[in-house]
């Protein structure tokens, strides 16, 4: 079992920066690979990043790359998303994931865990 905990969601205007924190409790952290999702209001949860478990492979969707920045500390337990020149079609919540695999995958339905998810709000 891996409990996961997010932080630092908050409401920023456009152009601006926050960073997301994951912090993870219970199995061991680095077998997993953890993944960034979000979910806007009426919308599907969607995928934004995944790193895996020595942080070597890294996805983006297309709408964040070259902005959003995923990273782990291992030693600590915890993901990290940064998130620079925000755009008010980033307004969602996000939710950190954890996938017990070596593999990582863009797939909602492949990640074991789930964290209760954190508020980004973008101003215009």
């Known amino acids: 079992q891996v409990q996961l905990v997010e932080s630092g969601g908050g409401l920023v205007q456009a152009g601006g920066s926050l960073r997301l924190s994951c912090a993870a409790s219970g199995r061991a952290f680095s077998s997993y690979a953890m993944g960034w999702f979000r979910q806007a209001p009426g919308k599907e949860r969607e995928f934004v990043a995944a790193i895996s478990w020595k942080s070597g492979i890294i996805y983006y969707a297309d709408s964040v790359k070259g902005r959003f920045t995923i990273s782990r500390d291992n030693a600590k337990n915890t993901a990290y998303l940064q998130m620079n020149s925000l755009k008010p079609e980033d307004t969602a919540v996000y939710y950190c994931?954890?996938?017990?695999?070596?593999?990582?995958?863009?797939?909602?339905?492949?990640?074991?865990?789930w964290g209760q998810g954190t508020q980004v709000t973008v101003s215009s």
């Open positions: 994931a954890a996938d017990y695999s070596t593999v990582v995958v863009t797939r909602l339905s492949a990640y074991d865990y």
